[in-house]
Nanobody
């Protein structure tokens, strides 16, 4: 079963930065679109970014613009999510998902995101 693996989460103070990674060991991400989500306890999952591996074009929902930056390194088969100026409200489990037939413009219809990771926990606390 294809799977994505996220890493880079941890405990960070408010105002700090963190870079999360999303990688696949069993398949190439070259032709996929990757979306990052987060889910805080007791809240719905929300998308925070999306990137097309083919050309690196990125999308951010309005709630994530400014502090979130998504990028990819095709040579490492990895997508990154940089989060700056972390706030307490950013505490959540961050997950990535991939789809061959998914395009960032399709949000919030995520049916074509077929491969998911388990997530990495980001805790923002002083």
């Amino acid at each position: 079963q294809l799977q994505l693996v996220e890493s880079g989460g941890g405990l960070v103070q408010p105002g700090g930065s963190l870079e999360l990674s999303c990688t696949a060991s069993e398949f190439t991400l070259d032709y996929y679109t990757i979306a990052w989500f987060r889910q805080a306890p007791g809240k719905d999952r929300e998308e925070v970014s999306c990137i097309a591996m083919s050309d690196g074009s990125a999308y951010y929902p309005s709630s994530a613009k400014g502090r979130f930056t998504v990028s990819r390194d095709k040579s490492k088969n990895t997508v990154f999510l940089q989060i700056n100026s972390l706030e307490l409200e950013d505490t959540a489990t961050y997950s990535c998902a991939a789809g061959l037939d998914y395009y960032c413009s399709q949000w919030p219809d995520y049916r074509e995101l077929k491969v998911w990771g388990q997530g990495t926990l980001v805790t923002v606390s002083s």
